[in-house]
């Protein structure tokens, strides 16, 4: 029987030729420089420096040229505050960088762990640095330990000018020339010297009238708030902690107290306040008053007798009244003196032990644990309160996205920085001239910070912003207070502690729930 199967084809290989050469795909590369703070060094150390950066990149035919970022030198060790670096990095995230091109690490960041930490996060994301004055380049994986000398040296640097910035600084204060870079709300410098700034002057003799007139910190603040009128930092809330510091300011007077508070020697350079480890200096009549000595005087008078009234009113003979919360049952505590000495129980273990087995505790183990939980933050509340509060401004943020005014307000915010962008390309490229370019950035970042108030307006009636407030009291409140207690103070306790919850008959610890809602435990 004959077989029906078809016999096997021979194979056949085709070759396809290629059409087109295939070309490497450009890396994008930035160039990040630190000007001067100079202003009258700036446009010409931008522009040499843009060009500069420009034209390097540009030469290379493998590399896209994406912007040059720059920050003024004034920031020293602080990476927050460099905004234009902050842009980078958000670009690198989004994929709009490859490659990054700087002068040296002491330029790129002034200290070890944020070089390090920085240089981590970007390799991360596929993203390289090249440092020219130490030919350093992260893409070489040996580059990581050469750079943790160099940024040694670049932290040894930054400690070196500040403490030769701070000894120029006291020698200004000690001669009586010294004029903060950062006045007081309701004046503006001029010319190096302060002047009264309209409206907020008369803000500032609204609130020294009404209070002496009788009205209360908090009434004053609310006030404010519902006319609109906005702090110093653009937000629309007012604090009654914000009207007492202004009432003790001294500037509105005419008058300086200077060196109230000094930075520490060394990193990370934490703000203390001066509780005589430095001398002070108080220099008269140094600029426009906007209140009379008498007013000052008067309100500052109401304003120490109103404290220690107020005080007494509101936390009493007894700090924890009403504060202390049993972690098993939810009552409150209440005081009790046995053998002279005062403990605070749970109201429902009292009346019946079956019901709740929580134990007394003693008031002043309570105290000692405020303490050490104050110290603590106090030292610590730069890396615990304000990642918080960012934390929860992001959150708002998150919310605000759905809001189609805010939406708006965002995509104009966006449209802008790109008109902000091509005119570096333009002014790169030497089609802009400087002084237009100039004349025009100017005026694009007014509009952009115009509309960064109004949103910040509109975010400010979102729940979340209330939280963001309370943190931000806190934070005052931390700020303003000392560095470090022994003893026990009911002010602080009664302004940063909302409750106190003390666990079952079996815990040894206790919880502070603080403004804003944040919660620390102490072991007993």
């Not at 200077?258 to 600029?287: I, T």
């Not at 105290?367 to 990642?387: C, E, G, Q, V």
């Amino acid at each position: 029987m004959g077989s029906s199967a078809l016999g096997h084809p021979q194979r056949e290989i085709i070759r396809i030729k290629a059409t087109a050469a295939m070309e490497p795909a450009k890396l994008n590369v930035a160039g990040y420089a630190r000007v001067s703070s100079d202003s009258d060094d700036q446009l010409n150390s931008f522009s040499a420096q843009v060009r500069y950066y420009t034209k390097l990149i540009e030469k290379n035919e493998s590399w896209q040229f994406i912007e040059v970022y720059a920050d003024e030198g004034t920031t020293g060790v602080s990476i927050e505050k460099r905004e234009d670096f902050n842009r980078m990095i958000q670009d690198c995230h989004r994929g709009k960088i490859d490659r990054i091109i700087t002068k040296s690490t002491s330029r790129f960041a002034r200290n070890t762990m944020d070089t390090i930490r920085v240089i981590r996060e970007l390799k991360e994301i596929g993203v390289t640095v090249f440092f020219e004055k130490e030919n350093i380049d992260t893409a070489n994986i040996t580059s990581e330990n050469l750079l943790t000398l160099y940024a040694l040296f670049a932290q040894e640097e930054s400690l070196s000018i500040s403490k030769n910035c701070k000894k120029g600084v006291r020698m200004r204060m000690r001669s009586g020339n010294y004029v903060s870079a950062n006045p007081a709300y309701g004046y503006r410098m001029v010319d190096k010297q302060l002047e009264a700034y309209e409206p907020e002057a008369r803000t500032v003799q609204r609130i020294f009238s009404e209070y002496i007139a009788g009205r209360g910190l908090s009434e004053i603040a609310n006030g404010l708030t519902a006319g609109g009128i906005p702090r110093k930092d653009g937000k629309a809330k007012w604090r009654h902690q914000a009207i007492s510091i202004i009432i003790k300011n001294e500037r509105y007077i005419g008058d300086m107290l200077l060196q109230k508070k000094y930075n520490e020697d060394a990193l990370p350079y934490r703000e203390c306040k001066n509780n005589g480890e430095l001398p002070q200096y108080y220099v008269k009549n140094c600029h426009e008053p906007i209140v009379s000595p008498i007013q000052f005087e008067l309100a500052n008078i109401l304003l120490r007798e109103r404290t220690g009234e107020h005080n007494a009113i509101r936390y009493g003979q007894y700090p924890l009244s009403l504060k202390i919360k049993c972690g098993e049952c939810g009552a409150t505590y209440r005081r009790m003196v046995t053998r002279g000495k005062t403990y605070w129980s749970c109201r429902v273990h009292d009346q019946d032990k079956n019901l709740c087995s929580s134990k007394q505790i003693n008031e002043e183990v309570i105290y000692s644990a405020f303490i050490r939980l104050y110290n603590k933050l106090k030292r610590n509340y730069t890396d615990i309160l304000l990642p918080m509060r960012s934390q929860l401004e992001k959150l708002r943020e998150m919310k605000a996205r759905g809001n189609l005014e805010i939406s708006t307000i965002n995509k104009q915010i966006a449209e802008l920085s790109e008109q902000n962008h091509v005119m570096n390309g333009l002014l790169s490229k030497g089609i802009l001239d400087s002084a237009l370019f100039i004349s025009q950035s100017d005026e694009l970042n007014r509009k952009i910070r115009s509309l960064k108030l109004a949103k910040a307006r509109l975010l400010e009636d979102d729940e979340t912003g209330d939280l963001i407030d309370k943190t931000e009291e806190l934070i005052d409140i931390i700020e303003s207070s000392p560095d470090h207690i022994t003893e026990m103070d009911a002010v602080l306790l009664g302004d940063m502690v909302e409750s106190i919850i003390v666990g079952d008959s079996n815990s040894d610890t206790i919880d502070f729930i603080l403004l804003g809602g944040l919660r620390l435990t102490e072991r007993l």
